[in-house]
């Protein structure tokens, strides 16, 4: 379908009719493959440094909890004090 010149993209799992070249769709396939591995070499990317963000966030949130149970117990002391 087009629209103002451009041709809408089929939608996933619909296959792109085959033009009856070749060669053509054998390119048009070896690109589609290309970019693919591109976009999982950019997930695994990705997932790699959402695993290490949430290895930095647990221990930060541990160091927290450790402060926190220092300040309790000097509040407690300083408390005691008076």
Same mark, same amino acid.
């Given at each position: 379908?087009?629209?103002?010149?451009? %041709? /809408?993209? !089929?939608?996933?799992? /619909? !296959? %792109? !009719? /085959?033009?009856?070249? *070749?060669? @053509?769709?054998?390119?048009? @396939?070896?690109?589609?493959? @290309?970019? *693919?591995?591109?976009?999982?070499?950019? $997930?695994?990317?990705?997932?790699?440094?959402?695993?290490?963000?949430?290895?930095?966030?647990?221990?930060?949130?541990? /160091?927290?909890?450790? $402060?926190?149970?220092? *300040?309790?117990?000097?509040?407690?002391?300083?408390?005691?004090? @008076?």
């Amino acid at each position: 379908m087009a629209f103002n010149g451009f %041709e /809408e993209a !089929p939608a996933w799992g /619909e !296959p %792109e !009719p /085959e033009t009856g070249d *070749i060669v @053509k769709d054998a390119l048009r @396939k070896e690109q589609v493959l @290309k970019d *693919i591995v591109a976009a999982q070499g950019d $997930l695994r990317a990705l997932v790699t440094r959402v695993q290490s963000v949430q290895g930095n966030v647990d221990k930060l949130s541990s /160091e927290n909890a450790m $402060l926190q149970m220092y *300040i309790d117990n000097l509040t407690l002391q300083m408390a005691k004090r @008076k």
